[in-house]
């Protein structure tokens, strides 16, 4: 599974969205499961991050709940144990990484190669610059998110990037990515 040019970030619920893939970031254990069936009902593709989901907790339970109740098509999270987890399950998994300086992104890259991670969301979105330049291969899909809201900065980061996550809705919109 790869993801490719924007994906729409959702911290509430959005009537419309033109992207194929969504990723909602905020919910609840009560309201997960209608929140994924809306966005599939128009045909998208749907991840979660696990970490954002009031009374969920960690592990292989919560990843079988997101999955098999909800419906969900992936998780994402911070947590490396958690996207073990969902591997070990065949379920997609995005694991986010934040770049907060430089030892934290060469630790991240160590990381991210030792256990042959699959898809990588870097944020803050320009750090991919960085994170890209300090790379010994990519074997990942890699998406830039956090801070994107300018569609000249989304084309840049596009160059280097697979896909770019973004709450801008006026980048969803954005044409030839």
Do not use: C, H
Not at 115 to 124: C, D, G, K, S
Not at 140 to 155: H, R, V, Y
């Amino acid at each position: 599974m790869t993801f490719k040019g924007i994906i729409a970030a959702l911290w509430k619920r959005v009537e419309e969205v033109p992207t194929d893939d969504v990723f909602l970031l905020k919910g609840n254990i009560e309201t997960v499961s209608d929140e994924v069936r809306f966005y599939k009902e128009m045909g998208k593709r749907v991840f979660v991050d696990m970490d954002f989901v009031e009374g969920l907790g960690d592990g292989e339970y919560a990843i079988r709940f997101l999955k098999n109740r909800a419906d969900v098509d992936g998780i994402i999270t911070v947590k490396l144990k958690n996207y073990l987890a969902a591997r070990k399950l065949s379920i997609p998994a995005i694991l986010r990484f934040f770049a907060l300086d430089s030892r934290a992104v060469e630790k991240g890259i160590s990381q991210i190669e030792s256990n042959n991670v699959e898809i990588v969301e870097v944020l803050p979105g320009i750090a991919v610059f960085k994170f890209v330049k300090r790379l010994k291969r990519r074997n990942f899909n890699l998406i830039a998110a956090g801070l994107i809201d300018e569609e000249d900065e989304a084309k840049e980061l596009l160059k280097v990037a697979d896909a770019i996550s973004t709450s801008s809705e006026s980048l969803w919109y954005m044409r030839g990515v």
